[in-house]
Every structure is written in structure tokens, then in C-alpha cells.
């Protein structure tokens, strides 16, 4: 399973638009990959809405920390995973039961120091994926 998942990650990270049906790909619109191929994060839809981010930069030393974060805009609900590592972020998240009509947004999240804190961090957010 878990190699499954890593080979959906892995095409949507490649920007590719993986559909579960027609009807649901042809209700869908928005979403994809954005950032540097260095640090990209993917919204799209794989039986459910697959949430997917990775980093590949080194030189972010130890104290680096990452995760992915899911957002349903429409009802402000959202899942994040824990903070780990940047150089051992390969993060992905899949929505089993996506609402239609709900817009949807993944984001990566970087804090170079390590911490939730305001300054030494960046967010790279997906384009709206409206479902």
C-alpha cells in the first residue's frame, strides 16, 4: 500500500493529473503543483484529493523542520502532519470522501530554525482545487 501511495505522490509531484473517474475529473478544476522542483507541493485527485509534498534541497541543516498541511477553504477545516526533518520530508495526505463543490489547498510549510516561529519560515501553497 504504502508503495502504492508513494507512486501516486510521486506522479502528481511530477505535475501529471492523476483522475480517479471522468465524472470526477471533469467536475474538478484548479489544483497541480507548485514551487521549485527543489520544494513543490500537489493538490490533485487520486481516489479522494491527494495532498503531496517533498523537499530535495540539502543545506538546510538539522534544525530545519517541514510538513504538509491540507485545507478545505469552504468549511476552514484542515490536517497537518507532525513537523519533521527537511531532508526526511516526503510527505502526502489523501482525502478519501472530498466534498463537491468544496475548494481545496494543500500548503507546505518550512521553518528553517526549527520552530513555529515568525521569523526563519516559508509557505508554499497549491493552486485552489476546486472539486
Known amino acids: 500500500m504504502r508503495t502504492a501511495v508513494s507512486a501516486v505522490a510521486a506522479t502528481a509531484m511530477a505535475g501529471a493529473v492523476v483522475t480517479g473517474t471522468a465524472g470526477v475529473a471533469a467536475a474538478s478544476s484548479g489544483g497541480g503543483c507548485t514551487g521549485p522542483e527543489t520544494k513543490q507541493v500537489c493538490v490533485t485527485v487520486a481516489e479522494g484529493i491527494l495532498f503531496a509534498a517533498r523537499i530535495t534541497s540539502e543545506g538546510h541543516g538539522v534544525d530545519c523542520k517541514a510538513r504538509l498541511v491540507a485545507h478545505d477553504d ?3 477545516w484542515s490536517w497537518g ?10 510527505g502526502n495526505f489523501t482525502l478519501p470522501n472530498p466534498t463537491p463543490g468544496h475548494q481545496y489547498r494543500g500548503e507546505l510549510q518550512i521553518f528553517f530554525n526549527g520552530k513555529n516561529a515568525n521569523e526563519g519560515y516559508e509557505f508554499i501553497q497549491t493552486p485552489a482545487f476546486l472539486y
Not at 81 to 86: D, P
Request: hydrophobic share 25%; net charge positive; proline share 0%.
Open 74 to 76: 469552504t468549511t476552514g
Open 81 to 90: 502532519q507532525a513537523l519533521t526533518r527537511c531532508d526526511r520530508l516526503t
